[in-house]
């Protein structure tokens, strides 16, 4: 079975500086991973994702993820943050052969100007 | 907008009553899941069906039941409601999966009160 953990259940930044939002996965296969950002009121949306290949990968809104393996890592970073990026960011996990989407507490953001 | 559909967008009713919510995918997609978030339990996988079969179970109660129908829209329902029932409800489809992943993408989901 697959699981995610999100460190930090609230993080705040001020505007302007580097957003880093941190996932670790457990999976006894290959995983395929992503990042989900939640705006209130509003269901999630895509912000990146890894399947296979690059290990850095670039998502909306300038935010950009790194696959490490040998760390069991998945986290979420910007380098700088904007009040806009103000939501909730779920990380989850799947399989190449799963159908389960296994999904993180999800990490709360708050950009303080 | 993600293409899915969620009905309604709130919902307001009380405990022993039975309430329907209803989701349309993305044209195209044949999987269809439900989630519930609450504040206390975060995002909770309910269940999948995939092309009108129930594919996965997660921890749905025995009260709720879900369908999907011919033209793939789902329902899912919820009966004997209790107070604890209050939460939104997500949908989210994905494309048929022929290796078993896509994306998932999410309807704006429907809040569900229970006084």
């Known amino acids: 079975a697959q699981s995610v953990t999100q460190l930090g259940s609230h993080v705040s930044v001020s505007e302007g500086a580097l957003v880093l939002l941190r996932c670790n996965y457990s999976?006894?296969?290959?995983?395929?991973l992503f990042w989900y950002v939640q705006y209130p009121n509003q269901g999630l949306q895509l912000l990146l994702k890894y399947t296979t290949g690059a290990t850095l990968v670039k998502g909306i809104n300038g935010f950009e993820a790194e696959f490490k393996k040998s760390e069991t890592s998945f986290h979420l970073t910007k380098p700088s943050a904007h009040m806009s990026d103000a939501a909730e960011y779920f990380c989850?996990?799947?399989?190449?052969?799963?159908?389960?989407?296994?999904f993180g507490t999800g990490t709360s953001l708050t950009v303080i100007p | 907008d993600s293409g899915v559909t969620q009905t309604p967008k709130h919902l307001i009713t009380a405990t022993g009553q039975r309430v329907t919510l209803r989701c349309s995918p993305r044209?195209?997609?044949?999987?269809v899941y439900w989630y519930q978030q609450s504040l206390d339990q975060g995002l909770q996988f309910l269940i999948q069906y995939y092309n009108g079969e129930e594919r996965a179970k997660g921890n749905i109660l025995e009260r709720f039941s879900a369908q999907q129908f011919p033209d793939l829209h789902s329902e899912l329902n919820l009966s004997s409601l209790e107070l604890g029932d209050s939460a939104l409800y997500f949908c989210?489809?994905?494309?048929?999966?022929?290796?078993?992943?896509?994306?998932?993408?999410f309807g704006e989901g429907s809040r569900l009160t229970v006084l």
């Open positions: 044209s195209g997609d044949l999987s």
């Open positions: 989850a996990v799947t399989t190449n052969t799963g159908n389960q989407f296994y």
């Open positions: 999976s006894s296969v290959p995983p395929y």
């Open positions: 989210a489809s994905s494309v048929a999966p022929s290796h078993g992943f896509g994306e998932l993408f």
